[in-house]
Every structure is written in structure tokens, then in C-alpha cells.
């Protein structure tokens, strides 16, 4: 019974990491393709809550006692940044060499973003999620022993809201995404304790507080979206948190209860878990393919930055990946590329 607890507990974070990186995917295309009007508002709604959803997910996910916990983090997202960043480099500096005649940036800058130094990865920018992920994983190994002193765990947590401010204040990219890791914290915190108190439990004994709350969390998500991006979207990346920090916070974590709610509530009707369970690869790959799509797009002449083009390209590269990651699976790769 625990073994089948256990399958179906995970079959509901696969879905809710493939929902994520689904909302990732069509996200990129938006801003690979340029936004209109009827885009740009999608847009908005997605980038203002679809990052810290992810380290709300990686926080519930969070479990000090593995044994070679830090070797894992490094075959988990250190190697897979590297291996990406790699292909990304040699990948868009032969695409710029053929059509432009030189390199997308000089050596040193291309060194430096290699690394994540300069505030910036580089072409491949979903890569950063994997480097301030792995910092928050190892911080939080030292803030979970202070589990004893949730009074100063609390504090700690309001600390780095603070800071994530003040960093934000600046607008400046910081070196390893320190600022997103100030920042997103409190989402993987989050996380955690609704993993620890069993929130998620209490809720499906009280189905009527449970759909109150999705429906006051969709309705703050919205509103708190239209007022506070302002004419732009919001990116933790970037270091741009729109017109208010602690709004966006409140939209961000009214984001993430109302997709977890609803991920909990059509949970058996997912038929994308092999999303969830290749995360980091479609994070690290779909530049490519939206980028390839646009390309051939341009060819044939079908390229537009219209709506109707934008869904057939988002339609056309999640078939893809199903095909691809079905056939990744069959050959029993099942362990490489989880994002836990």
C-alpha cells in the first residue's frame, strides 16, 4: 500500500512538473516569436508565476537524508548544465558564424556566461534555473537543521524576501542568480512545509475550503497580474519583478496554489507525466527546437508572429517531444535528465 502511495504521489508531481514545463515551453515560443496583444497578456499570466512554481515543486521534493546527497546535485544539475552549455555555445556560434560572419560574443564573455560569472548564461537562458536550483538545494541542507528553531527559519525566510528586494531595487544580473536565489527561497521553503505538515492532505478532507481557495487564487493571480507587470513580463532572470516586489510575490504564490490545486483535482486525466519526468531535458533543449521550428517556419513560409502560427508551433514541439522522450524511454534512459 506505501508502494502504491508512493507511485501515485509521484504521478502527481510528474504532471505538475510537466504542466510547469509546458508553461515554460509555450512561454519561450511567445517571446521567440514577439508578442502581440492577444499573447502578450498569456505571457504575463505565465512569467508571473511559472518559475517559482518550480522551486515550490523542487522545496516539496527536498530530502536531507539521501546518502551522496551533494554528488547527486551534481549529476542531477551541475553535469546537465555544463553538457547543455557546451551544445549551446558551439551551437548558436556556428549558427551566428554562418549567418552574421562572426561569434554571438567575444571569448571572454562567452567564457564567463559559460560559468554563469557575468549575470548571464548565455543564448540557452532556461539554463540558469539549474545553477540557482543547486545553491538553494545545498543552502537549504544547513537551514533544515534548524528545524528545532522555526522561529528563526521564519525570520530567515523573511530575510531573504528582503534582500531579494533590495537586489531587486538594482536591476542588475547578478552573478549565479544570487538575486533569484534571495528571491525564490521563500517559494522552495514554501514547498517544504507543505510537504512537511501535510497541507496538501488537510486540504482534501476540506473540499470546500479547497475549491474556495482555487477560485480566490485564479481571481488574485489575475488581477495582481494585470496591475502589477505593467507593459512588460515579469523575469526573475532578469531581475525585473514589475511595479511591486511583494506583489509579485502574492501573485506568484496565488500561481502556484491554484496549479496545484487544479493538477490535484485532474490529476488521472494527465497523459504528459514523461514531461515531468524528463524535465531538465526539455529545459535544456526546447530553444532548439522552437528556435528550428521558426527556421523551417521561414522557409516554407509559414512564419508569423500571429496567434494561430504560435499554437501550431507550440503543438508541433510538445508532439515532438512525446514522440522523442517515448522513444528515449524505450531504450530505458529513464533515470538521466530528472529534475530530482
Known sequence: MGKIKMQERMIWLDNLKAYGIILVIIGHSIV???????????MKLIYS????????????LFRPNQENYFYKKWKVLLLPYLIFQMISVVFINVFYYIKMGGLERDPLNTLLSVFYINGTVGWNSPLWFLIVLLIIDLVFVSFNKLENKRWLQFTLVIASCIIGWGLSETGIKYPFGIHIVFCCFCFYYLGNITKKYDLLGWLETNKNLRTLLFFISGIVLVINMIWLNGSKFISVYDNYYGTNYFLFLLSATSGILFSVLLIKQYNKMCSLTIFGKKAILLLGTQYFLLLGFDKVGQVVGIYSEGTFYLIIKVVSVIVSYLILLSLWSKRGNKRLFRLK
Not at 34 to 40: E, Q
Not at 49 to 60: K, Q
Open 32 to 42: 521567440i516569436t514577439a508578442a502581440n496583444d492577444s499573447t502578450g497578456m498569456l
Open 49 to 60: 508565476f511559472h518559475m517559482p512554481l518550480f522551486f515550490f515543486i523542487s522545496g516539496y
